[in-house]
């Protein structure tokens, strides 16, 4: 067998990806004999496609909409993040095996300490808006990172309370209609809903309350500047646009894949936002 390894990100649809500009970039920055491909999976013949990326020697894939619950039934194993999380977005494949894993986590809090290496995880509560399955991934890392008091509100307040069950001590679950009134002791504000997005409404909210030392994370990457990281700038807080978790997301998979920890560097970044 040749050392070339095969790499890609399974969706339906998948035309939108940026997945292949990140590992592609990697595997050229690193020297490696691989590639990183789109590879479109409709839902109907979903294991039997599965099984042919198994025969075709893929060594993993990332796993996006909508297969992100689906492939949990086809894995052998699936660790403590990607169980907890409920959704699994890269699968390595080992001995016809797969196995699953879940890198949101992991992107979302290694881009706050490397671009906010002073911020203290467990020095106040972090509000986090929308309770879908970023949401959901975002919290379980907060948690883990010690996080006292992390505070839920979503439009569907029942979505909030599924992801309250990760821990019903630190999580309090608030109204959407008062996400502004719980402000004071917030050190982290994240914007995971689609509001912001190119297309979608704007996220109004007004940040008068909330302590200039927070940080206001918006994981939408289209546009890099949402309206809510515009004002959030205009009241003196510190930024992080959404480009940050998606390209640390992609390292922990291109690790497993590849056996290296790959950087985010500016060349990386321009790519991926050209
Ligand atoms: P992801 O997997 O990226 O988290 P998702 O599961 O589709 O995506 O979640 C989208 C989030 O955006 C949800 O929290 C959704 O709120 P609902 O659960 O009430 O649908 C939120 N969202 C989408 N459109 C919204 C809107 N117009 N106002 C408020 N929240 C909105």
Redesign the pocket.
């Known amino acids: 067998m040749s050392s070339f390894i095969k790499a890609g990100v399974i969706g339906h649809p998948i035309a939108h990806s940026k997945s292949p500009i990140i590992h592609s970039h990697w595997i050229e920055k690193y020297g490696l004999k691989g590639s990183y491909e789109k590879i479109d999976i409709p839902p109907n013949n979903f294991k039997k496609d599965i099984s042919t990326l198994i025969d075709q020697g893929y060594v993993g894939f990332n796993v996006t909409v909508p297969h992100k619950q689906t492939i949990m039934a086809l894995c052998d194993y699936i660790d403590e993040t990607a169980t907890a999380i409920g959704a699994v977005n890269t699968v390595k494949i080992i001995d016809n095996k797969l196995y699953g894993y879940n890198t949101d986590a992991y992107g979302f809090i290694q881009n706050i300490k490397q671009s906010v290496p002073e911020f203290n995880f467990t020095s106040g509560a972090a509000l986090v808006l ?6 959901r991934a975002i919290v379980y890392g907060l948690l883990k990172q010690g996080v006292p008091e992390i505070i839920v509100t ?3 307040i029942e ?1 909030s309370f599924d992801i309250m069950s990760l821990d019903n001590k630190r999580i309090r679950v608030v109204e ?1 209609d008062l996400k502004e009134a719980n402000l004071k002791n917030v050190h982290l504000v994240v914007n ?4 912001g997005m190119k297309g ?2 704007p996220l109004i909210f007004n940040l008068s309350d909330l302590p200039k030392q927070a940080i206001v994370n918006d994981i939408v990457y289209a546009p890099l500047k949402t309206n809510l990281l515009t004002n959030a700038e205009l009241s003196g807080n510190l930024t992080l646009t959404g480009i940050g978790m998606l390209l640390h997301q992609a390292r922990q998979a291109f690790e497993k894949w590849f056996g290296i920890m790959p950087e985010v560097d500016d060349a990386l970044i321009e790519k991926v936002l050209a």
């Open positions: 929308g309770a879908g399955g970023a949401a979503n439009r569907t979505k959407w995971t809903t689609s509001l979608q409404s």
